[in-house]
T-cell receptor, first 114, second 114 residues
Framework: AQSVSQHNHHVILSEAASLELGCNYSYGGTVNLFWYVQYPGQHLQLLLKYFSGDPLVKGIKGFEAEFIKSKFSFNLRKPSVQWSDTAEYFCAVTRGGGADGLTFGKGTHLIIQP | DGGITQSPKYLFRKEGQNVTLSCEQNLNHDAMYWYRQDPGQGLRLIYYSQIVNDFQKGDIAEGYSVSREKKESFPLTVTSAQKNPTAFYLC?????????????FGDGTRLSIL
């Protein structure tokens, strides 16, 4: 079975700082990779996804992620964070071709200080 | 607006009692999922269904049951066999198929034991 590790459970940054959230997965086959975000009081929503092709993918609100196959990683980045980026961020995977639900990391709680 | 409706938002259960959480979607999605979210644990898959009248166990199905009699509905029953049911429960749906389609999430039901 696959698993997902997120390295930072709590991150506190000041506005305009750069962000990188780590995500590693364990699965030897093809995977589909996702980052979801849960803003305070809102439902979980998709930030970005990667299936194939260009390993650098761009999502909403200026976020991007890079898939590095050799490192089994899919780290999330943003050059300059805003107070409104305060949220819980989840990395998740599905197996390529499989439709058996997402495997999530434990999440990273990001707090942006004004 | 299309979306996923979970009800109730808060639910209290007495010891030894079964309770059913409702999940309805009007997105015309084939696949539906139930996840459990615990603090610091991320989301874990309970059950999923790719088509009507068919469903599969996820990673933590013990103590839970589901049905999928209609495409738009996927209720989850938390039985008395579930020894630690206090959690936040999220329902999701996707177009289905290959695991590439992003999942859309409801607002969740918070279940507590009296």
């Amino acid at each position: 079975a696959q698993s997902v590790s997120q390295h930072n459970h709590h991150v506190i940054l000041s506005e305009a700082a750069s962000l990188e959230l780590g995500c590693n997965y364990s699965y030897g086959g093809t995977v589909n990779l996702f980052w979801y975000v849960q803003y305070p009081g809102q439902h979980l929503q998709l930030l970005l996804k990667y299936f194939s092709g260009d390993p650098l993918v761009k999502g909403i609100k200026g976020f991007e992620a890079e898939f590095i196959k050799s490192k089994f990683s899919f780290n999330l980045r943003k050059p300059s964070v805003q107070w409104s980026d305060t949220a819980e961020y989840f990395c998740a995977v599905t197996r390529g071709g499989g439709a058996d639900g997402l495997t999530f990391g434990k999440g990273t709680h990001l707090i942006i200080q004004p | 607006d299309g979306g996923i409706t979970q009800s109730p938002k808060y639910l209290f259960r007495k010891e030894g009692q079964n309770v059913t959480l409702s999940c309805e979607q009007n997105l015309n999605h084939d696949a539906m999922y139930w996840y459990r979210q615990d603090p610091g644990q991320g989301l874990r898959l309970i059950y999923y269904s790719q088509i009507v009248n068919d469903f599969q166990k996820g990673d933590i199905a013990e103590g839970y049951s589901v049905s999928r009699e209609k495409k738009e509905s996927f209720p989850l029953t938390v039985t008395s066999a579930q020894k630690n049911p206090t959690a936040f429960y999220l329902c999701a749906s996707s177009i289905g198929g290959t695991g590439k389609q992003p999942q859309h999430f409801g607002d969740g039901t918070r279940l507590s034991i009296l």
